[in-house]
T-cell receptor
Framework: GDSVTQMEGPVTLSEEAFLTINCTYT??????LFWYVQYPGEGLQLLLK?????DKGSNKGFEATYRKETTSFHLEKGSVQVSDSAVYFC??????????FGTGTRLTIIP | SAVISQKPSRDICQRGTSLTIQCQVD?????MFWYRQQPGQSLTLIAT?????????ESGFVIDKFPISRPNLTFSTLTVSNMSPEDSSIYLC???????????FGPGTRLTVT
């Protein structure tokens, strides 16, 4: 079945550091890919998305590129802030089937 | 994007009791989804609720434990019945956005069972 594998956390970085959170997927076709973010005590927010190969999703300084060759959708940010501390979930979906989530990566940014 | 509200935002309940969680959406939607997020874990889909039909439950979840109502196109409830400490989780509802492949989530209901 379809699955999402995320970089295990927790990840701790200093402010202004470069961030990469790895995400790879297994699927029989070409799903739509997402990154969701969950700030402390809150629900999930859609951070960015990509629907086809080579698409780049971006939002709030975060980027992720849909790489069909490596079945990856790694999340990156050039300079993280304390306010980026949260749990990040990679997810995929085919059409209107159910959303499949990765296990989540907890990110902590130290001032 | 859809705006979703949930009530209550959190609750502490005693073992053996039931809690009904409400989910309200600011637009009409066909499908609504209920998820559970156990402490430190990812999200697990409980069921999909379509207006006018029985909810469809995922493996491991049953209607007697998690009855769902879907009386109209903007509202749904999830009841957690005969609760035990293992039911302590965040419960989230979700809907599709304007694009059928995007899902938006409510703020969640944080449930603690003592």
């Amino acid at each position: 079945g379809d699955s999402v594998t995320q970089m295990e956390g927790p990840v701790t970085l200093s402010e202004e550091a470069f961030l990469t959170i790895n995400c790879t997927y297994t699927a029989t076709g070409y799903p739509s890919l997402f990154w969701y973010v969950q700030y402390p005590g809150e629900g999930l927010q859609l951070l960015l998305k990509a629907t086809k190969a080579d698409d780049k999703g971006s939002n709030k300084g975060f980027e992720a590129t849909y790489r069909k060759e490596t079945t990856s959708f790694h999340l990156e940010k050039g300079s993280v802030q304390v306010s980026d501390s949260a749990v990040y979930f990679c997810a995929l979906i085919f059409g209107n089937e159910k959303l499949t989530f990765g296990t989540g990566t907890r990110l902590t940014i130290i001032p | 994007s859809a705006v979703i509200s949930q009530k209550p935002s959190r609750d502490i309940c005693q073992r053996g009791t039931s809690l009904t969680i409400q989910c309200q959406v600011d637009s009409q939607v066909t499908m609504m989804f209920w998820y559970r997020q156990q402490p430190g874990q990812s999200l697990t889909l409980i069921a999909t609720a379509n207006q006018g039909s029985e909810a469809t439950y995922e493996s491991g979840f049953v209607i007697d434990k998690f009855p769902i109502s879907r009386p109209n196109l903007t509202f749904s409830t999830l009841t957690v019945s005969n609760m035990s400490p293992e039911d302590s989780s965040i419960y989230l509802c979700s809907v599709y956005g304007d694009n059928s492949y995007e899902q938006y989530f409510g703020p969640g209901t944080r449930l603690t069972v003592t």
